[in-house]
């Protein structure tokens, strides 16, 4: 895009040649663009956001009707609001002013964070309590710094935490979208399931905007529109990693839909020589330290659905997650599902890969994994 800046203006011969030539230019661009005054992409854009990085994709031919580049970057706008409203930092931050409120104090959220909460105690609901959005005030008690640590939390201030968790615990009004405690220092953590909300949100913006074809990425939770358009009309590629080094073990194709993945790499610490990860099972309070290293889940439509889902697989684990698909087969799931979890045992890596099929069918299939 042209940039007009201020300075001073001389009329001369040269200027108006140089006008006249930049409208040529200009005339030749929007001929050649076909689609209006802008190029039709490819546009990557890449950012920071939410501890992590972002990146929202169009390809040629995307769709959308106005500029791409304004496109792409009023999609990385949503996401950056989903960070402002969402993180426990900031002044803007609706779960930063939950978490400073004391107990019975009523605080008025955005739209947004109320949709988020209200999905987040559904999934609570839903899973037994395996997915729980207030599990804030034990995380604090670790440091998931990827070292190995001497110092765990004793006993009372475990107890002491944990008598400060449960999504029970959060009150909540429709009527003007408010939220409160009912015990003095809970906290919000909407760190299971804002990045796909993020990523849903992004899609809703490109969508608005007319795409047909887009890959929005937050931290590697994805959300695909289309496929990659060109002669073949490409899928967009997805991979998992390994979970032990850094090799990509499984490619996959996908046409719209979206991706999550929840893994013991991520963040973790190490105890004993133990991994003690990220997510943290709200019966016990403690750090999982068993179970999929790697829960991928591939959902039709949602990837908050996908994000939360993947979260709760790694806590409840093979047998109780499987239980768990099974069981919402028709409810939770009725538009089908695709877990991939991967098991480090022996040495190696087991796959497990869990379909629902949209029609309360469930097929599992368990095999060690073999790169491709
Ligand atoms: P994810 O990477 O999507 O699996 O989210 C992990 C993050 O969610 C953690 O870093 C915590 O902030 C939060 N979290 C940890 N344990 C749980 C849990 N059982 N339910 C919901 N959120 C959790
Ligand atoms: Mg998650």
């Known amino acids: 895009m042209p940039k007009f800046e201020g300075g001073q203006y001389r009329r001369s011969f040269g200027r108006t040649l140089i006008i006249a030539a930049f409208a040529m230019m200009l005339g030749y661009y929007f001929s050649s663009a076909g689609t209006g005054w802008f190029s039709s992409g490819p546009v990557v854009r890449n950012f920071e956001t939410m501890n992590t990085y972002g990146r929202i994709t169009l390809p040629e031919k995307s769709g959308v009707t106005i500029d791409p580049e304004l496109a792409a970057a009023e999609a990385e706008a949503a996401v950056a609001r989903v960070n402002t409203l969402m993180s426990p930092f900031g ?7 939950l978490n400073d409120a004391p107990a019975g104090t009523w605080v008025s959220v955005d739209p947004l964070t109320w949709r988020v909460v209200m ?3 559904r999934w609570h609901r839903l899973s037994g309590g395996a997915f729980d959005p207030t599990i804030g005030p034990v995380k604090r008690l670790f440091t998931f710094d990827g070292l190995e640590t001497d110092a765990m939390p004793a006993d009372d201030a475990l107890a002491e935490a944990r008598s400060r968790v449960g999504a029970d615990k959060l009150r909540f009004e429709r009527e003007g979208m408010r939220l409160s405690w009912a015990v003095d220092g809970m906290r919000l953590d909407l760190g299971a399931i804002a990045k796909g909300f993020a990523a849903d949100l992004a899609m809703e913006s490109l969508l608005r ?3 047909r074809h887009a890959l929005v990425d937050i931290g590697g939770e994805l959300r695909a529109l289309g496929g990659k358009p060109g002669d073949a009309r490409k899928p967009w590629r997805a991979g998992i990693r390994h979970p032990r080094d850094d090799d990509v073990i ?10 999550a993945t929840s893994g013991d790499y991520e963040r973790f610490f190490l105890h004993n020589g133990v991994r003690y990860e990220h997510i943290i099972d709200p019966r016990t ?11 991928t889940v591939i959902h039709p439509s949602s990837c908050l659905a ?21 069981g919402q087969a028709l409810g ?9 979890m991967l098991l480090a045992e022996d040495g190696g890596v087991r796959r497990v890969e869990i379909t629902v099929d949209g029609e309360g069918g469930v097929t599992v299939e368990s095999a060690p994994a073999s790169s491709n």
């Open 306 to 326: 996908a994000d939360a889902l993947a979260t709760t697989l790694c806590v409840l684990g093979e047998r109780d997650g499987e239980a768990f698909l099974r």
């Open 250 to 259: 499984e490619r996959f194709e996908l046409v719209d839909g979206a991706v």
């Open 91 to 97: 002044d803007d931050s609706d779960v930063k002013r």
């Open 209 to 211: 905007n007319g795409a």
């Open 285 to 295: 309070g403690i750090p999982l330290t068993e179970g999929p290293a790697s829960v």
């Open 119 to 121: 999905e987040a105690l």
């Open 332 to 340: 939770l799931f009725s538009s089908g599902v695709r877990v991939i």
